[in-house]
C-alpha cells in the first residue's frame, strides 16, 4: 500500500515563496501520473498540476502557471511543488496525490489518483 506524506508547508507573506515535498515511502515503481491539489476553507478540492512519472507531461491549473512548478525524484520517491509569488487566495490545504496504475496518463481530474496524503497547510498573509 502506497502511502504519501507532505511537507513543506507554513504561514509566509504575499510575495514570497514556498515548497512543499510529498515522499512515498517503498517502492518507486509503484507510482506513475502525480498530481498537486489545494483546497481552500469552503470551496471545492481543486486541481494545481500534475506530472508524469517521466516528467515529459506537465500541467498547471490557469492560476497557478507561470507561478508554481511541478517536479519530481522518482530516485528519492519525492514529488515537489515550488511555489513563487505567492498571493493570499493560494491560501489552502495542498494535497499530494498519485496513480498506481501505470496506464493512466496524468489528468486534472480526481478519480485519476488512487492514492491522497494527508495534506499540508499553506497560508499566505497579504
Known amino acids: 500500500q502506497v502511502q504519501l506524506e507532505e511537507s513543506g508547508g507554513g504561514l509566509v507573506l504575499a510575495g514570497a515563496s514556498l515548497s512543499l515535498s510529498c515522499a512515498a515511502p517503498?517502492?518507486?515503481?509503484?507510482?506513475?501520473?502525480m498530481a498537486w491539489y489545494r483546497q481552500a476553507p469552503g470551496k471545492e478540492r481543486e486541481f494545481v498540476a500534475t506530472?508524469?512519472?517521466?516528467?515529459?507531461?506537465?500541467d498547471y491549473a490557469d492560476s497557478v502557471k507561470g507561478r508554481f512548478t511541478i517536479s519530481r525524484d522518482n530516485a528519492k520517491n519525492t514529488l515537489y511543488l515550488q511555489m513563487n509569488s505567492l498571493k493570499p487566495e493560494d491560501t489552502a490545504v495542498y494535497y499530494c496525490?498519485?496513480?498506481?496504475?501505470?496506464?493512466?496518463?496524468?489528468?486534472?481530474?480526481?478519480?485519476?489518483?488512487?492514492?491522497w496524503g494527508q495534506g499540508t497547510q499553506v497560508t499566505v498573509s497579504s
Open positions: 506530472i508524469s512519472r517521466g516528467g515529459a507531461t506537465i
Open positions: 496525490a498519485a496513480s498506481t496504475r501505470v496506464w493512466v496518463a496524468p489528468s486534472r481530474t480526481r478519480g485519476t489518483y488512487d492514492v
Open positions: 517503498g517502492r518507486a515503481s509503484t507510482t506513475y501520473a
